[in-house]
């Protein structure tokens, strides 16, 4: 599974993403096998 990037706002990071901090409202944007996606993001949420 990979991260493309993140949408913030208006603004996509693309760059650096791995130090990136993941803030509220941040749209993740993944590309990889799908039903590894779906897992991911069925756990529960903190």
């Known amino acids: ?3 493309l990037f993140i949408q ?3 603004m996509n990071v693309r760059k650096d993403l791995r130090e ?3 803030q509220g409202g941040d749209k993740l944007y993944l ?3 799908k039903n590894e996606i779906d897992k ?3 756990k ?3």
């Open 1 to 3: 599974m990979n991260l």
């Open 8 to 10: 913030r706002g208006e």
């Open 20 to 22: 990136e901090m993941i």
């Open 31 to 33: 590309y990889g096998d």
């Open 40 to 42: 991911l993001t069925k």
């Open 44 to 46: 529960k949420r903190i």
